[in-house]
C-alpha cells in the first residue's frame, strides 16, 4: 500500500532549538496538508500546499512556524524557535484532488515534546 | 465554517458486541471519510465516503448527504477495534482553499 512516510516518528527537544519535521507524500499525490494534534484543540489545519504552491497557511504561528516543499517529493515543516506549547503531534496528508473522487492519506505524525 | 459532531463521545463494549458512531456535519459536503486513531497514535484511513453506503470486513459506513450525516457501523468488535474514530468532511468552495475539518472523536474501548 502507497503511505504516506514522515520523519522522526518522535523528537524530544529544548525550548528555543529548532525542529524540522519532513514528510515524503505518496507518489502523484498534488495536494499535501500540515495538520497538528493536540488533547486540548483536537486537529488542527496548520498548513496546505497544492501542486507544491503554499495556499494556505493561516493555521500557522508565523512568527515561528514555516512550510516548504522544495519538490514532489518532500515537504517540511519547521519550528525556531520551539516553545514548550509547540509538544503536540504533528501530521502530513496527502492526496490527489484533481480526480474526482479522492480521500487524504495520513502519514504516521511526527510526536514532538518541546522541555 | 463548517460543524462536525460526532456521538457518542465515548463508547464501552464487550468483545463481540456490535456498535454505531454517528457524525453530524453542519453544511453540503464534497468529501467525508471516516479515521481510526489506533493507541499508537496512527490516523488510519477507513471509508472516503461522502455519499452512499460501503463496507469492508467488519466495518461499513453510511452517509446521507441530504440529511447531513453519516454513521459508522462496527460488528463483532474486538479489542484491536479500540481507538478514536473521526469523522472529518471537506466543502469545496470556489476561491476557498481546501481543508478536512474534523470531529472531536469517539473514544471507542473494546473489553476483552
Known amino acids: 500500500d502507497a503511505r504516506v512516510t514522515q520523519t522522526p516518528r518522535h523528537k524530544v527537544t529544548e525550548m528555543g532549538q529548532e525542529v524540522t519535521m519532513r514528510c515524503q507524500p505518496i507518489?502523484?499525490?498534488?495536494?499535501v496538508f500540515w495538520y497538528r494534534q493536540t488533547m486540548m484543540q483536537g486537529l488542527e489545519l496548520l498548513a496546505y500546499f497544492r501542486n507544491r504552491a503554499p495556499l494556505d497557511d493561516s493555521g500557522m504561528p508565523k512568527d515561528r512556524f514555516s512550510a516548504e516543499m522544495p519538490d514532489a517529493t518532500l515537504a517540511t515543516l519547521k519550528i525556531q524557535p520551539s516553545e514548550p506549547r509547540d509538544s503536540a503531534v504533528y501530521f502530513c496528508?496527502?492526496?490527489?484532488?484533481?480526480?474526482?473522487?479522492?480521500?487524504?492519506?495520513f502519514g504516521s505524525g511526527t510526536r514532538l515534546t518541546v522541555v | 465554517g463548517i460543524q462536525v459532531e460526532q456521538s457518542p463521545p465515548d463508547l464501552i463494549l464487550q468483545e463481540g458486541a456490535n456498535s454505531t458512531l454517528r457524525c453530524n456535519f453542519s453544511d453540503s459536503v464534497n468529501n467525508l471519510q471516516w479515521f481510526h486513531q489506533n493507541p499508537w497514535g496512527q490516523l488510519i484511513n477507513l471509508f472516503y465516503?461522502?455519499?452512499g453506503t460501503k463496507q469492508n470486513g467488519r466495518l461499513s459506513a453510511t452517509t446521507v448527504a441530504t440529511e447531513r450525516y453519516s454513521l459508522l457501523y462496527i460488528s463483532s468488535s474486538q479489542t484491536t477495534d479500540s481507538g478514536v474514530y473521526f469523522c472529518a468532511v471537506e466543502r469545496l468552495r470556489l476561491g476557498s482553499a481546501r481543508q478536512l475539518t474534523f470531529g472531536s472523536g469517539t473514544q471507542l474501548t473494546v473489553l476483552p
Open positions: 507518489l502523484g499525490h498534488n495536494t
Open positions: 465516503i461522502p455519499s
Open positions: 496528508a496527502s492526496g490527489f484532488t484533481d480526480a474526482p473522487n479522492y480521500g487524504y492519506t
